[in-house]
C-alpha cells in the first residue's frame, strides 16, 4: 500500500487539494498468443498492492488476452503523497487512455473497484471498456447502511487488511509476528489521509451512477473476506444494469490468488459472452503447477520494501 511517510505532510507553499495530472501508467505484461485479434485486458490492483496479485491469473489466462496492468501512485512503492490531493477515479481514466488501442476489459481489486466504476460511469457508453471484473468491491446501496460502527472497524482493524495481503502472497514464509509487524508499518506509511481516501471512496459508494455502467461486469466475492463483505458485491451486482454475481466458497479477499483456477474459469465465461470466438474453459491455461518463474515472483510479496527494516 501506499501513504505517507513519517513527517510528510503539504507544506506551508502547497495547497493540499491543489491537483496534479495523473501519474498512473501501464506496461504490457503478456502479448496475446492467439493470431486472432487480440482482447487487451487491463488489471487493476488495490491499495497497497502491486501488480503481482494477478500473476495466478496472468498463467491461466486465454490465449486470446493481451494483458496490460496498471502501475497505480498508491502501490505499494508509489507516490506517497497522492493521498494528499488526487482524485483516484483521474488515475484510472489515465490509465484507460494508456493503454494503446484502448483496454477491452478491466479487471480491478479492492479499494480500486469504486474509482474504477466512477471512471467508467463518467465515460458514459461506447466510450470505454466493453466488460470489466470487480473483486472484492467495497460498495454500499444507501448512505443510510453506513453506522459509526463501520468507521470503527475500519479504522481499529485496517491493519488487519494488511496482513492478510502479506498472508496471502507471502503463504509460512514470514512468521506471524513479522507479518504483524509489516502490516502496522504499511499502515503507518499509508497514514490518516491514506486511510481517508479509502473510506471516502466507500462513503461515496451509494451515489455511484450504476444506471451509466451499460456494460457487462462480473462481481467475484468470497464467503470469507472480512476486508469487503459478500454483501457488498452481491449488492453491487443486483444493481447494475448488466451485472452477475459469484459467490466463491472458502475464499478471502484476494480470490485471484486464493482460487485462481475458479477465478480464471468464471472470467474466461465472461469473456466468451463478449468476445466472439473466447472459449469459456481454454484448454492453453496449465493445472495447479506454477512455473518457476512464477513461484519465484511470488515470493516477493507487495510489501516487500518494508521488509529489511523489520527484519
Known amino acids: 500500500m501506499s501513504g505517507l511517510s513519517a513527517g510528510s505532510g503539504p507544506s506551508a507553499t502547497r495547497s493540499p487539494t491543489a491537483t496534479r495530472p495523473p501519474t498512473a501508467s501501464v ?17 487493476l490492483h488495490g491499495l497497497a498492492g502491486s501488480a503481482s496479485v494477478w500473476r495466478a ?14 502501475v497505480l501512485p498508491w502501490s505499494a512503492d508509489g507516490d506517497p503523497d497522492w493521498s494528499l490531493r488526487d482524485d483516484p477515479a483521474d488515475h484510472v481514466e489515465h490509465a484507460l487512455d494508456s493503454v494503446p488501442g484502448g483496454a477491452d476489459v478491466i479487471v480491478v481489486h479492492s479499494f480500486t473497484a469504486g474509482p474504477a466504476l ?31 460502527d463501520d468507521a470503527t472497524y475500519y479504522l481499529s482493524g485496517f491493519h488487519r487488511i494488511l496482513d492478510e495481503g502479506l498472508r496471502i502472497s507471502a503463504g509460512d514464509r514470514l512468521a506471524p509476528q513479522l507479518r504483524a509487524a509489516m502490516a502496522l508499518r504499511v499502515r503507518d506509511r499509508i497514514g490518516p489521509y491514506g486511510w481517508q481516501q479509502f473510506f471516502g471512496a466507500y462513503l461515496r459508494s451509494p451515489f455511484l451512477d450504476v444506471g451509466a455502467l451499460r456494460l457487462p461486469v462480473l462481481v467475484v466475492a468470497g464467503t470469507q473476506d472480512f476486508a469487503a463483505p459478500p454483501d457488498d458485491a452481491r449488492a453491487l451486482a443486483a444493481a447494475l444494469p448488466d451485472g452477475r454475481f459469484r459467490l ?6 484476494f480470490a485471484m490468488a486464493e482460487q485462481p483456477d475458479r477465478f480464471a474459469d468464471a472470467v474466461h465465461g465472461l469473456l466468451h459472452e463478449v468476445f466472439a470466438g473466447t472459449s ?13 518463474e512464477l513461484s519465484e515472483h511470488l515470493s516477493v510479496h507487495p510489501y516487500a520494501p518494508y ?5
Open 118 to 148: 466512477e471512471a467508467l460511469a463518467r465515460r458514459g457508453v461506447g466510450r470505454g471498456p466493453r466488460a470489466a471484473v470487480v473483486v472484492a468491491p467495497f460498495h454500499r446501496r444507501t448512505p443510510g447502511e453506513f453506522t459509526w
Open 57 to 70: 491469473y496472468e498463467q491461466r489466462a486465454s490465449s486470446r488476452v493481451e494483458l496490460w496492468e496498471a
Open 280 to 292: 469459456p474453459h481454454p484448454s492453453d491455461h496449465p493445472s495447479d503447477q506454477l512455473s518457476d
Open 27 to 43: 506496461r504490457l505484461r503478456r502479448a496475446a498468443r492467439d493470431t486472432r485479434e487480440p482482447v487487451r485486458m487491463l488489471t
Open 307 to 311: 521488509a529489511p527494516e523489520l527484519t
Open 248 to 253: 466463491f466458497d472458502g475464499c478471502g479477499h
